[in-house]
Every structure is written in structure tokens, then in C-alpha cells.
């Protein structure tokens, strides 16, 4: 199996920055894409940011210029640099990655951690 752990959340002013790290371990042959989503109380999860392997990029609109997704290949991590913070930026935040997983049969899943929360005050 894979596991993702999530780490970096916590409570900061409006206009401050946080950095989220996420960490992929387990039966991993590969990782093709990492991204970062986030859910409030009674909103579907939507997706914040999103790197390929080869390092390209995109980002939801309201987070652009403000959010920077990275990631170490050679570590299994992703991360989230964000600057900048609004209070509307409140939310936990979700790590995924879509594994190529080792094993007898190869094949191709996505995994989930279990969420960090960012708390932006005013």
C-alpha cells in the first residue's frame, strides 16, 4: 500500500505565508501526477494545485499567483508554498497522488492523505 502524510498546517494571520509538505511511502514504482485539494463543512473538494512529473503546473484561479506547487522526485514529495493567505483560504487541506504501484500486478491508483488544516484568522 501508500501512504501520504501531510504535514505544515496550522493557524496563521491574513497575509502570512504556510508551506505543506506531503510524503509519499510505500509500494511505489513511480508517481505520475501530486496535487493539493481542499474542503470546508459542506463544500465537494476541489482541486487547489497540480504538478506532473515532469514539473508541469496548474492552478484553481482564486489561488494563482499567490500558491506555488513543487515537488521531489527523488524524496516522493509534493509541496505547497502559500503566500499571502486570506481567511477564505480556510480549509483542510488534502494531499493525492495517482501511484504506480509495485507489485505482482502493476497498476495505476490514486492515494490520499488525511488532510492538514489551515486556518487563516483576520
Known amino acids: 500500500q501508500v501512504q501520504l502524510v501531510e504535514s505544515g498546517g496550522g493557524l496563521v494571520q491574513a497575509g502570512g505565508s504556510l508551506r505543506l509538505s506531503c510524503a509519499a511511502s510505500?509500494?511505489?514504482?513511480?508517481?505520475?501526477?501530486m496535487g493539493w485539494y481542499r474542503q470546508t463543512p459542506g463544500k465537494q473538494r476541489e482541486l487547489v494545485a497540480h504538478?506532473?512529473?515532469?514539473?508541469?503546473?496548474n492552478y484553481e484561479d482564486s489561488v494563482k499567483g499567490r500558491f506555488t506547487i513543487s515537488r521531489d522526485n527523488a524524496k516522493n514529495t509534493v509541496f505547497l508554498q502559500m503566500n499571502s493567505l486570506k481567511p477564505e483560504d480556510t480549509a483542510v487541506y488534502y494531499c493525492?497522488?495517482?501511484?504506480?504501484?509495485?507489485?505482482?500486478?502493476?497498476?495505476?491508483?490514486?492515494?490520499w492523505g488525511q488532510g492538514t488544516q489551515v486556518t487563516v484568522s483576520s
Open positions: 493525492h497522488a495517482d501511484v504506480t504501484v509495485r507489485g505482482v500486478w502493476s497498476h495505476s491508483a490514486g492515494y
Open positions: 510505500g509500494s511505489i514504482f513511480s508517481i505520475n501526477a
Open positions: 504538478i506532473t512529473s515532469g514539473g508541469s503546473t
